[in-house]
């Protein structure tokens, strides 16, 4: 994910001073090594860098999540999971990219960290997916509140693998580019939070994940699908546009789209006009009663 756009105070085309905002505090400095970063935050990944025992972590976290897929992820999420290469090893993102290139046009590019909005953008846009160089550490196993390695690349690379997901993403990040000219990134940010972040599919009628933030979480995955907890409403471009959500928790509600076809073609419309009829409606708490909401019960319910 992406932060707040830097205050450039150098110009020199090396990041310095990002604000990280998505994932919470804000008020510390972005994690990651930005000396090297390029003008557009892309950078060497390092790969002969990490040490065995992060690839060791790697392996580990890899493990315990692709043990709990089966009756929770979309099918196209497991289908392509294998594409990241061995389960073992951090994988090395130049061969990663020659496989995703091959398949849908995609490739996966190394940042130092989060980056800011305009940059995270223009590089969907291009059908770039920029991917966290650094792996948490050990004590981090289950918690971690900046996306690393193994978020970006477990949680987001196997849907771009999907021909139309991997057009949504290219679309969001040219939509994107729009909505910062218009100062409508907030309504922007909604919709990627509850579609690429925490999305949930209806698959034969049964509910399963396709969002990163919940397959790359070993507890989010088991409460989006089967809790009684939460609101899960289908999939609605405004509703979605006008619901705060929350960086601290569990989500307190998902949205659940058919399929991948209705996510892009309701998302392909000019988004100008939405963001109009969005501020004029007003914002809603997440978990909050709706009476437009289709609802979804947990699955098994
Ligand atoms: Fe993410």
């Known amino acids: 994910m992406t932060s707040e756009p830097a205050?450039?105070?150098?110009?020199?085309?090396?990041?310095?001073?990002?604000?990280?905002?998505?994932?919470?505090?804000?008020?510390r400095p972005p994690r990651g090594d930005?000396?090297?970063?390029?003008?557009?935050?892309?950078c060497s990944q390092r790969w002969s860098r990490y040490t065995p025992a992060e690839h060791e972590l790697y392996r580990r976290l890899h493990a315990r999540q692709a043990a709990q897929l089966p009756g929770l992820a979309c099918s196209a999420f497991i289908r392509a999971l294998d594409q990241l290469g061995s389960p073992d090893a951090i994988p090395d993102f130049e061969r990663l990219s020659e496989r995703l290139t091959r398949a849908t046009g995609w490739s996966v590019v190394a940042v130092p960290g989060l980056i800011p909005e305009e940059a995270f953008f223009s590089l969907l846009a291009a059908r770039r997916f920029p991917v966290t160089r650094w792996l948490r550490t050990a004590d981090e196993f289950d918690y971690i509140v900046e996306p690393d390695v193994f978020h970006d690349l477990f949680g987001h690379v196997p849907l771009l693998f999907d021909p139309v997901f991997a057009d949504y993403m290219q679309a969001y990040g040219a939509g994107g580019l729009k909505a910062s000219r218009l100062g409508s990134c907030e309504y922007l940010a909604r919709l990627y939070w509850y579609t690429v972040e925490f999305g949930l599919i209806e698959e034969d009628q049964a509910l399963r994940a396709?969002?990163?933030?919940i397959l790359s979480s070993a507890g989010e995955l088991v409460?989006?699908?089967?809790?009684?907890?939460?609101?899960?409403?289908?999939?609605?471009?405004?509703?979605?546009?006008?619901?705060?959500y929350r960086i601290d928790d569990y989500q307190a509600q998902y949205f659940v789209i058919r399929s991948f076809d209705e996510l892009f073609d309701a998302t392909a419309p000019d988004f100008e006009p939405v963001y109009r009829e969005v501020s004029a409606l007003g914002e809603l708490q997440a978990g909050e009663a709706w009476p437009g909401d289709r609802l979804f019960g947990p699955a098994g319910c």
Request: aromatic fraction near 8%.
């Open 34 to 42: 930005y000396a090297d970063a390029a003008s557009d935050y892309t």
């Open 210 to 213: 396709y969002g990163a933030g």
């Open 223 to 244: 409460h989006s699908v089967r809790s009684a907890e939460p609101r899960r409403s289908g999939f609605d471009l405004r509703r979605i546009m006008r619901t705060r």
């Open 7 to 27: 205050l450039d105070d150098s110009h020199s085309g090396v990041n310095r001073g990002v604000a990280p905002v998505t994932y919470g505090t804000g008020d």
